[in-house]
């Protein structure tokens, strides 16, 4: 056999990163878009999303020749020896898993593959999902070939996409045959990575899970921090003390201003939903999803019992993206309370180092935006801090006191020494302390 022939469809997070990181490995690679206007900044080498080092690889993988992107599917499928699928999985209505573009994708693979292929599931889809795609393929099938499908759940996080992917803590591989499973250890041999091999089933069910225990991990961090408050201890202290215990982990303990993102909030509405399409209620989970949306608007509604009105107030509000170093505002915490404030007539001031033009497309001229802090806070008559950037943690509380009308912060991140905020006599309330 020739240079193995990849396919990526679906240029989002998971395709774009799958299909450079293969790309990288030496692969010959195609990634496969509708969308033409991503597909043509692609091929010039202009990186969609922003993503630590993706630009760098996806330059130097097109100029070696490694890397192709196209809306052509049917050149694109025809001779492929593995087309990886990571379209996106939108939240439907209940909260399933919209499995529409997925569908779409099977159909089109069947309509134009002219030999033996490895179809492999990247992108997140409930249980059961791997054995509809071979369905739609077989039903549609064109030529006689032989397909084979397979899922490869990934876990990269946004902002460190790349480096989650070379050095990834596993490799999952769901296959129900030897020579798919064969084919896809072959695949990923060169990232040297441990590989569970499990059905295709389990493999589905992983990544659900995966996701679902870290949610449940942050709203349980959450509920505890809700109770420190009320007893007089401090999450942050309590987590420090939780984290030497290796059974327990020290990551993803951080109370705060709730989760959000592409993956956590779907997906957790997606297991719910699956497990109810199943006779079963999943209470764990409702209980995170539940915890999860009260602890989105528990700084809103401390600061509307202190206030009592916003109503031309000036309102700062520092970091808007879901999560530190990434642009992207999916199910930010941060937009339901900037919602709410100007309901209440809130006069806002945003900043954020990269989320602005996002956060622009979604408010246009409601809100006000700025390239500073400083220029957030001054005269400002309270501020809420919702992402814990570099840059604000390395602000410094006097700045505050000095810029502020009311020296008055409400910090989703628990950024700040309580004590030290004492100190320089600004009102400060955050999360479990
Ligand atoms: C997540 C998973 O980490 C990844 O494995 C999966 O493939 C996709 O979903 P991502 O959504 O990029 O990745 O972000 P992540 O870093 O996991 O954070 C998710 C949310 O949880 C953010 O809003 C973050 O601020 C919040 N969070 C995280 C906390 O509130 N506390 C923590 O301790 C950790």
Not at 142 to 147: C, D, Y
Not at 169 to 193: C, D, M, V, W
Request: charge should be neutral; aromatic fraction near 10%; include cysteine.
């Amino acid at each position: 056999m020739g240079k193995m022939k990849i396919i990526v469809t679906g240029t989002g997070y998971v395709g774009l990163v799958a299909g450079v990181c293969f790309a990288e490995k030496g692969y010959d690679v195609t990634c496969v878009d509708v969308d033409e206007e991503k597909i043509e900044k692609l091929s010039n080498g202009i990186s969609t999303i922003y993503e630590e080092g993706l630009e760098e690889l996806l330059k130097k993988n097109i100029k070696k020749g490694n890397l192709h992107f196209t809306i052509n599917y049917k050149d694109a499928y025809k001779d492929a020896d593995v087309i990886f699928i990571g379209v996106g999985t939108p939240e439907g209505k209940d909260g399933a898993a919209n499995l529409f573009y997925v569908e779409t994708v099977s159909r089109q693979i069947a309509e134009t593959i002219e030999k033996d292929c490895l179809v492999v599931v990247k992108s997140t889809v409930p249980v059961g999902t791997n054995d509809k795609v071979e369905t739609f393929i077989k039903e549609d099938l064109v030529n006689n070939v032989k397909v084979e499908v397979a899922s490869n759940p990934e876990f990269l996080s946004q902002g460190h996409a790349v480096r989650d992917t070379f050095e990834a803590k596993r490799i999952i591989i769901g296959t129900n045959s030897q020579k798919a499973e064969k084919l896809l250890k072959e695949i990923y041999e060169p990232f040297n990575l441990p590989i569970v091999s499990v059905s295709r089933r389990s493999a589905e069910m992983i990544k659900y899970a995966c996701n679902n225990f870290l949610a449940l991990k942050i709203s349980y961090m959450n509920d505890i921090a809700n109770l420190c408050e009320l007893v007089g201890a401090d999450i942050n202290e309590v987590a420090t003390g939780m984290s030497y215990d290796n059974r327990i982990g020290a990551d993803f303990l951080r109370a705060g201003i709730g989760y959000g993102g592409s993956c956590f909030p779907k997906d957790t509405k997606a297991l719910k939903y699956l497990a109810k399409q199943n006779d079963y209620t999943l209470r764990t989970v409702q209980s995170a999803i539940e915890i999860n949306e009260e602890q989105k608007i528990k700084l809103y509604k401390k600061a509307c019992e202190r206030l009592n009105t916003f109503e031309g107030s000036k309102v700062a509000i520092l970091g808007v993206a879901f999560k530190v170093g990434t642009d992207d505002l999916r199910e930010a915490p941060s937009l339901i309370n900037i919602d709410l404030l100007l309901e209440r007539g809130a006069n806002i001031y945003a900043y954020d180092p990269v989320a602005i033009e996002n956060l622009k497309k979604r408010y246009s001229t409601r809100i006000h935006y700025t390239t500073n802090i400083e220029e957030a806070i001054k005269d400002s008559n309270v501020c809420f801090i919702f992402t814990e950037w570099e840059q604000i943690k390395e602000f410094k509380p006097r700045k505050y006191k000095e810029l502020m009308k009311m020296p008055i912060i409400y910090d989703g991140r628990n950024i700040y020494d309580t004590k030290e905020m004492k100190e320089n006599k600004i009102e400060y309330y955050s999360i479990g302390r």
